[in-house]
């Protein structure tokens, strides 16, 4: 049910989706969507919900070197830039929400909480990297916002810029330079000269 209200929502956004639509997409009838989730707001909620969770247990699957900060650092950059590329209905509805002032989200349960985790690991990487003396200290929710948006923003803007700029930006060559460039930016960043590229541990 969720997974229908996904893709009705991020395709219509909550004025235009039909409940009738996410019904019949999940092999279920109206009923049954109201019985459960009490109303179409109460379901878009839950459907925000269900994605911040999803993000949120993908990162914690995480295998990430706690003795390598700058291969940590990747990863957690390559996995969220993916991850956007992977779902696009994640973005689609995360813009949807905005669009209406995150007034939905601010009726959901702890939010805060859930999403916490991530700048705990951010932080996680970063302490060790300046223990180490590789990166700078830096203001982990911050680093997570950058690190969101170079990658966000390529994913949710894509038809546009496409459209001006004559770039097809999900082709696998752009992909996979667009995922240097960020990695690269965000390395420069934190290292400890504030300039300088990072090269991996060598252990």
Known sequence: MLESAITEFSTYGIGGARVDRI???ANSNKAMV???????????????????????????ALVLDPEDPVGAMKSLIGFTFRYYIDNPAFVRMINTENLHGAAHLQSAGDMKGLNSSVVTKVSTILDIGV????????????????ISALGFTYVSNRHT??????????????????????????????????????PAIDR
């Open 161 to 198: 810029l496409k459209v001006l700029f004559g770039r097809d930006l999900m082709a696998a060559d752009a992909v996979e330079a667009r995922l240097e460039t960020m990695t690269d930016m965000i390395l420069r960043y934190v290292a400890a000269d504030g300039h300088q590229p990072l």
């Open 23 to 25: 019904a019949q997409r």
């Open 34 to 60: 109201y019985h459960y989730f009490g109303s179409k707001e109460d379901l878009y909620l839950a459907a925000i919900e269900h994605l911040y969770t999803g993000i949120r247990s993908a990162e914690d």
């Open 131 to 146: 223990a180490k003396g590789l990166f700078r200290r830096v203001d982990p929710l911050d680093l997570y916002i950058s």
